[in-house]
């Protein structure tokens, strides 16, 4: 029972340009979600959230944008760069604070 | 280093044997929790602990077991290894409270042969 989806498993892009990354969820109980970024042989670091009552974040590059109707979320990178190439995940917690993940995009940012 | 580190980095035994996986943190975290990523990058969780409260996943099989010594330590013994035990296995921390993010350690890649 997958409750948070990402549907594209790879994604490439020329630096400089802008890296969107997408993620669905079925639960409309989750009103905190949050990407993470993971490098290989490495664990996930957080990387950016964002609560239900927003429907946007931004920290630097990074921006997430929250559609609730539509059960959806974005990570937007502008300008990319070829240190941003990891795999992106997104999550989102019950109110244990367990964490439900989709199953990563891997973006590769070409020089 | 504030960080989440976990021991052994890799893990190569033989079915039926029984392994220990080591996890401490030093970010004053109160839970602790072990994810497991199969061979389809998914990630999930087998098990939240604060010194509280125990909280399994339903499908975690029992010969896998969380071992908490104190706050900083939450071990992961299995027993009794299959061939779908093969994964990548990840300890993370955070503060209980609230939704807080997860602190990840670099994963220990068990290989049952």
């Known amino acids: 029972d997958q409750q948070v989806k990402q549907n594209s498993p790879s994604l490439s892009v020329q630096e400089g340009r802008i890296s969107i990354l997408n993620c669905d969820y079925t639960?409309?109980?989750?009103?905190?979600f949050l990407w993470y970024k993971k490098y290989p042989a490495e664990g996930p670091t957080f990387l950016i959230s964002i609560s239900s009552i927003k429907d946007k974040n931004e920290d630097g590059r990074f921006t997430v944008f929250l559609n609730k109707s539509a059960k959806h979320l974005s990570l937007h990178i502008v300008p990319s760069q070829p240190g941003d190439s990891a795999v992106y995940f997104c999550?989102?917690?019950?109110?244990?604070?367990?964490?439900?993940f989709g199953t990563g995009t891997s973006l590769t940012v070409i020089p | 280093d504030t960080a989440v580190s976990q021991t052994p980095k890799y893990l190569v035994t033989q079915m039926g044997n029984d392994k220990s996986i080591k996890c401490e943190q030093n970010l004053g975290h109160d839970t602790m929790y072990w994810y497991k990523q199969d061979s389809k990058k998914f990630l999930k969780i087998m098990f939240s602990?604060?010194?509280?409260?125990?909280?399994i996943n339903e499908t975690v099989p029992n010969r896998f077991s969380p071992k908490s010594p104190d706050k900083a330590h939450l071990n992961l013994h299995i027993n009794s290894l299959e061939l779908g035990d093969s994964a990548v296995y990840f300890c993370?921390?955070?503060f209980g409270q609230g939704y807080s993010p997860l602190h990840f350690g670099n994963g220990t890649r068990l290989t049952v042969t």
């Open positions: 999550a989102a917690p019950n109110t244990g604070n367990q964490f439900y």
């Open positions: 639960n409309s109980m989750f009103d905190y």
């Open positions: 602990y604060n010194n509280k409260e125990l909280i």
């Open positions: 993370a921390s955070s």
